[in-house]
């Protein structure tokens, strides 16, 4: 028998009410996102919205190395190979819809960052009323690796991390482990791996209040946890900050790409942040220069650009390369179309922004 996608159980609150908590069930995938779990979501989210009855809603993954390993962009190779062109168009229109649909509920939606939070895993934690990470937790936007781009709505959250550190995050895919995430406003509480199940049943004891009332006690009692939550990572990016906002604040790519390069030696995470920044798509590090230099600060008008921007590069072969060379053949030896940043024309990059034959998002207003 063929285990659901998605494990919803209920569990009732002293003053009557239900803590909906879903569970992406898919470990062996390290939770990856399919279509057939984002359909589920986007059928049930609006419903428990609109249920007076549902206190809150924790969304967490099936076991405890990973959240979500982002979409399940196997699955969306394989369909470009069998021909089915448009597949990405149908998968980028669902994920993203499912994203903007959490950020604009307002019953109270935790999301519980635990281990791995990769691209599209990240756009559901940041889709979050709350968003916790725990002391396994790794953050990670990693898509010039395969062809694309920091997406998910990171052309909204990557923008609000403080002193342009997001620019570096999107350019290197570099790993920001909890605390880093709480520094760099990734999260919102930074808690003990084993500190779920006291939260769980926690949430069992809020008094019955309006959905902004609710979200305020659990702020509160997440704050108290938070608190006596011991042992915290060290931070990875603190001893390099200012290195780091000093290499990001040229105006073109080619210098933040060389100032970035010229960081190498001062550790090993800052190192293998720098390698997969020089081993990633030259045209995928213009498109998050500028996605994340320029982009609208509409979040549904964010999820626009970023949709028009995923769907080209999926049919220009990018990411299908990318894909290719680090997930199916496993060699690590892309063939981009450019080799080296400064070879990117403006033309080609110029592409990536047209509309032409891209269907109107169902996000879209």
Known sequence: MTEAAILVASHSTQAGQKIIEVTLNAPKSLNALSA??????????????????????????????????GGDIRHLYQAMQRGEIEHGQDFFNLEYSLIVVMHSMQTPLLVWGQGYVIGGGMGLLQGAGLRIATHSSRLIMPEVSIGLFPDVGASFFLQKVPDGLGLFLGLTGAAVNGTDARKLNLVDALLADSDYSVLLQQLQNLK??????????????????????????????????????????????????????????????????????????????????????????????????????????????????????????????????????????????????????????????
């Open 208 to 365: 019955k209040q309006t959905n902004t009332e609710h979200l305020k006690s659990i702020q509160n009692l997440v704050q108290n946890l938070e608190s006596k939550a011991n042992n915290a990572p060290s931070s990875n990016i603190s001893p390099h900050k200012q290195s780091i906002i000093n290499a990001l604040a040229a105006q073109d790519l080619n210098t933040v790409f060389a100032n970035l390069q010229k960081l190498k030696g001062l550790s090993k995470w800052l190192d293998k942040a720098i390698e997969t920044m020089e081993n990633g798509s030259p045209t995928s590090l213009h498109l998050t220069f500028r996605q994340l230099r320029q982009a609208p600060q509409d979040l549904v008008q964010g999820f626009v650009q970023e949709y028009v921007l995923a769907v080209n590069s999926t049919r220009k072969g990018e990411f299908q390369e990318g894909v290719r060379a680090l997930l199916i053949d496993k060699d690590h030896q892309p063939k981009w179309r450019y080799s080296k940043v400064k070879d990117v024309p403006l033309a080609w990059l110029e592409g990536f922004y047209q509309r032409h034959k891209i269907m109107k998002p169902d996000f879209e207003v």
């Open 36 to 69: 057939e779990m984002i359909n589920i979501l986007l059928a049930q989210l609006p419903l428990w919205e609109s249920d007076p009855s549902v206190a809150a809603v924790v969304m967490r993954g099936m076991g405890d190395r990973s959240f979500c390993a």
